[in-house]
C-alpha cells in the first residue's frame, strides 16, 4: 500500500487475508488492509491495473442441454435429456460431437452437424417430435429466435462458444453506485474478455487512462472486490489468483 496526503496505491491480490475471510474465491474476495486508511475530504477510486487468469470453463451442465422426443415416445413427461458435461471446450465441434455421441447411444433420431461456414444444422429425423435447447445452447449455437423445434433447421448465427461471455464486470464496496443497464451498482470498471488467450494462461491489463468514481466511505479497513460476467454470474475461474490495483485521489 502506498499512499501521499492526495493518492494511494492499494495492490489487492485474491489469494490475500484467508485467514480473515476464508470462504474468499478468485472471483470475490475480501482484503484486510495491513492499517485502516482515515480519508479526510472527497475522493475517487480507479482501477489502474488487473491481473487474471483465463481458467474459466465456458460451458456448464447446469446451462448446456437439449431434451429429446419422439413420435412413438407414450404422452407423458418422459423425454430423453442430453447434457454437456463440465469441461473446456475449444471449438463447437467439441460440443457437437458429445450430444451426437449421446443421442447415438440411445437410438435417438436426432443429429447436429456445422457447416462450413460455422452455422450449425439440427436434423430431426422421422421419429423426432421435438427438441427443446436450453437458452445457453440455443445462444451458443446460435439460433437467436426460437429454441423448440418439431423438424430440422438452421442456425441463424454461427457457433460462439463465448456468446454469454465478452466481458468482465469488476465491482467493490468503497465507491457509489452507478447506473449499470437498468440497475444501479458499484462498477468500478468492464473489461473485455481476451479470448484469443489460451486455456490456462494469465492476463495482465494496464490502464493509463482509469475512470474514477467517487469513494462512499471515509474509513476503510476492508476492500471487497467482485469479476462478473455480463449475466451477472461470477467469473467462473477454476484455478490461479486475481490481482487489481486501485488508484485513490484526494478531490481538489
Known amino acids: 500500500m502506498a499512499e ?17 475471510f476464508p470462504s474468499n474465491k478468485i472471483s470475490h474476495y475480501t482484503t484486510k488492509l495491513a492499517r485502516p486508511l482515515q480519508l ?27 431434451s429429446y422426443r419422439s413420435k412413438t415416445e407414450i404422452e ?13 471446450y475449444d471449438t463447437g465441434h467439441d460440443i457437437i460431437n458429445h450430444f451426437n ?4 447411444e440411445v437410438g435417438a433420431s436426432l443429429s447436429i452437424m456445422k457447416d462450413p461456414e460455422g452455422y450449425v444444422l439440427l436434423l430431426i429425423g422421422r421419429d423426432g417430435r ?16 426460437a429454441n423448440e423445434f418439431t423438424s430440422s433447421v438452421k442456425s ?11 466481458n468482465i464486470y469488476i465491482y467493490t464496496d468503497i465507491i457509489e453506485n452507478q447506473l449499470v443497464g437498468d440497475t444501479s451498482a458499484p462498477l ?3 473489461i473485455q474478455v481476451d479470448l484469443a488467450k489460451p486455456f490456462g494462461t494469465a492476463v495482465y491489463k494496464t490502464f493509463d487512462n482509469p475512470y474514477y468514481i467517487p469513494v462512499n466511505k471515509h474509513y476503510i479497513d476492508t476492500v471487497e472486490l467482485g469479476l462478473y460476467t455480463e449475466l451477472g454470474q461470477p467469473v467462473p475461474f477454476e484455478f490461479g489468483h486475481v490481482l487489481c490495483k486501485l488508484n485513490l485521489r484526494k478531490v481538489e
Open 4 to 20: 501521499r496526503d492526495d493518492q494511494i496505491f492499494l495492490t489487492l491480490p485474491s489469494n490475500n487475508s484467508v485467514n480473515y
Open 40 to 66: 479526510d475530504g472527497a475522493w475517487t477510486c480507479g482501477l489502474v491495473e488487473i491481473q487474471y487468469p483465463c481458467s474459466w470453463n465456458k460451458i456448464y451442465l447446469k446451462d448446456c442441454w437439449l
Open 76 to 88: 407423458g413427461p418422459h423425454r430423453l435429456r442430453f447434457s454437456i458435461p463440465d469441461g473446456y
Open 101 to 104: 455421441k449421446s443421442t447415438l
Open 130 to 145: 421435438k427438441v427443446h435447447l436450453s437458452k445457453n445452447l440455443a445462444r451458443i449455437f446460435g439460433f437467436m429466435k
Open 156 to 166: 441463424d448465427t454461427k457457433v460462439d462458444l463465448d456468446s454469454n461471455f465478452h
Open 188 to 190: 468500478l470498471r468492464a
